[in-house]
């Protein structure tokens, strides 16, 4: 039987503020054995991106120099230098550092058009071929942090040279 302060409906203030606090003790119990945070960070800590899309971008634009793998084939593996390099430094380079060098004008003076140094350039008869600056590329500047995302999950090897899921 309740005794009868309780049955009167008269608690002591005491039982009140153990009853107001059980939940916050309970809920930080829980918070102490929650792991979600820990799982969140680590996402976070992973590239933004798409690492299927970047598969497609890479395949699209690069994959001609640097190798369906991204190991190197006309141009360096790329593996070892994403490993070590930041998304900020990443896009950077991709896209604005990297360009041709053109070939000397000829003896004339007159400037050489695009048009006119590519093909001696690619045949590797004048001038040098560098890795190009993709700025003005559209498919490349509105994939940059996928193409990102794939090549770090190469050279991070979670994802092999094979096509990822969607």
Same mark, same amino acid.
């Given at each position: 039987m309740l005794p009868a302060h309780v049955r009167a409906g008269r608690s002591a203030p005491w039982r009140l503020a153990f009853l107001a606090v059980?939940?916050?003790?309970?809920?930080?119990?829980?918070?102490?054995q929650n792991r979600q945070p820990s799982q969140e960070w680590a996402e976070q800590a992973r590239p933004a991106g798409s690492v299927y899309l970047g598969w497609r971008v890479f395949h699209d634009k690069c994959a001609d120099c640097h190798g369906a793998?991204?190991?190197?084939? @006309?141009?360096?593996?790329?593996?070892? !230098?994403? *490993?070590?390099? =930041?998304? *900020?430094?990443?896009? =950077?380079?991709?896209?604005? !550092?990297?360009?041709w060098m053109r070939p000397p004008p000829p003896a004339g003076g007159e400037a050489?058009?695009?048009?006119?140094w590519v093909d001696p350039v690619t045949q !590797? @008869?004048? =001038? +040098?071929?560098?890795?190009? +600056?993709?700025?003005g590329e559209p498919q490349v500047t509105a994939h940059i942090m996928d193409l990102y995302a794939y090549l770090s999950a190469r050279a991070a090897g979670t994802q092999g040279p094979d096509r990822p899921a969607p």
């Amino acid at each position: 039987m309740l005794p009868a302060h309780v049955r009167a409906g008269r608690s002591a203030p005491w039982r009140l503020a153990f009853l107001a606090v059980v939940p916050w003790l309970v809920s930080c119990t829980v918070q102490i054995q929650n792991r979600q945070p820990s799982q969140e960070w680590a996402e976070q800590a992973r590239p933004a991106g798409s690492v299927y899309l970047g598969w497609r971008v890479f395949h699209d634009k690069c994959a001609d120099c640097h190798g369906a793998a991204a190991t190197g084939a @006309k141009a360096p593996d790329l593996l070892p !230098r994403v *490993r070590v390099m =930041g998304p *900020r430094q990443f896009v =950077g380079l991709v896209l604005t !550092r990297y360009d041709w060098m053109r070939p000397p004008p000829p003896a004339g003076g007159e400037a050489v058009t695009p048009e006119e140094w590519v093909d001696p350039v690619t045949q !590797r @008869k004048a =001038g +040098a071929m560098l890795m190009p +600056a993709w700025q003005g590329e559209p498919q490349v500047t509105a994939h940059i942090m996928d193409l990102y995302a794939y090549l770090s999950a190469r050279a991070a090897g979670t994802q092999g040279p094979d096509r990822p899921a969607p």
